[in-house]
């Protein structure tokens, strides 16, 4: 069992709070569950919070001790950040801990020096008054998240979500990081780099979503499809497709489609024993070649080691 510790920075945005509990809580790995979250701050009892849910914590900072994560979660006070929270925190990366933050919670990484000259993101909104605060961050702000590997951040709110589905996948595999998207009803893929705040203004009912032709793509994955593919079906020319689907997902039609095959690829190789080069065409990946060329640039394991990794034992195995 993964071991988290979420500190809560007063006064606390409770939904935020909440997030790594909600996702990481509900993953369950061959009936067990695969995290153990406890919630922790550096006076216990009640903590101030952004709006009219009180908030009670019971567990001190000692939490964070026995953690292999460290959670910050977002928060108002983005400055005169209570002074043991910062060490537990420098502590905890210097043990080797995981170190993530949740929207504002950045602030409060980079007060403990942690995200210098290292990628970070943060609610949008707050990047102006971040960048100018912490010059040695390499700010992304119109992302919503960074993996950094041992340090992580994600934007505001549902971005939230989207990194801790994320981290599912990276410690229990696609497979369970699905699963639980399915459970808290919350979209199983989404990029890192995708844009988390888009200027343009949603399309109004009388206006052409792609998103029908983006279910219809999910359903054909296997096959070559091409933007014309995607045009055609959407009703538009290749240019508005582009343009479109760019202002929807933040992201082009062919990186999309790239993203679900290598998703749909991981899939097979933890539910099934199929070859590679048939995994590779039921993903629309083509070939074995292909298939080992992108798993490996976005998981650092081959299909073989990726599939030993996070392929459940049969049951003839755990006998």
């Not at 919070?49 to 009670?56: F, H, L, N, T, Y």
């Not at 951040?153 to 939230?160: F, I, V």
Request: glycine share 6%.
């Amino acid at each position: 069992m993964h071991r988290v510790a979420v500190v809560a920075v007063p006064p606390v945005t409770t939904f935020d709070l909440s997030i790594p509990d909600l996702v990481l809580g509900a993953v369950m790995i061959d009936g067990r569950p695969g995290y153990d979250v406890q919630i922790c701050t550096a006076q216990p009892g009640a903590v101030a919070s952004q709006g009219r849910v009180e908030v009670m914590v019971a567990q001190g900072l000692e939490a964070i001790d026995e953690a292999d994560s460290v959670f910050v979660t977002g928060t108002s006070a983005r400055d005169d950040i209570d002074p043991r929270i910062l060490a537990a925190l420098r502590r905890a990366h210097a043990a080797g801990k995981r170190v993530v933050s949740i929207c504002t919670g950045a602030f409060v990484l980079a007060e403990a020096g942690l995200l210098d000259n290292r990628p970070a993101t943060t609610h949008w909104d707050r990047s102006d008054e971040f960048r100018a605060r912490f010059p040695l961050v390499e700010l992304r702000p119109d992302v919503l998240y960074v993996d950094d590997g041992d340090v992580l951040s994600s934007a505001g709110l549902t971005a939230g979500i989207d990194l801790c589905v994320h981290l599912v996948r990276r410690d229990y595999g696609a497979a369970a990081a699905n699963t639980v998207a399915r459970l808290v009803v919350a979209a199983p893929v989404r990029l890192g780099g995708q844009a988390q705040f888009i200027e343009s203004p949603l399309p109004s009912e009388t206006d052409t979503s792609l998103a029908t032709t983006r279910e219809w793509a999910l359903q054909r994955l296997s096959r070559p499809l091409t933007r014309a593919d995607l045009a055609d079906h959407a009703g538009v020319s290749v240019r508005t497709l582009a343009r479109q689907f760019h202002a929807e997902t933040g992201v082009s039609p062919l990186q999309w489609l790239l993203h679900h095959r290598v998703v749909r690829a991981r899939e097979l190789l933890e539910t099934t024993d199929l070859p590679m080069d048939q995994v590779a065409q039921l993903s629309g990946l083509a070939t074995s070649d292909s298939l080992r060329q992108h798993l490996t640039r976005r998981t650092g394991l081959s299909p073989s080691a990726y599939r030993a990794t996070f392929k459940p034992p049969s049951p003839e195995q755990l006998r």
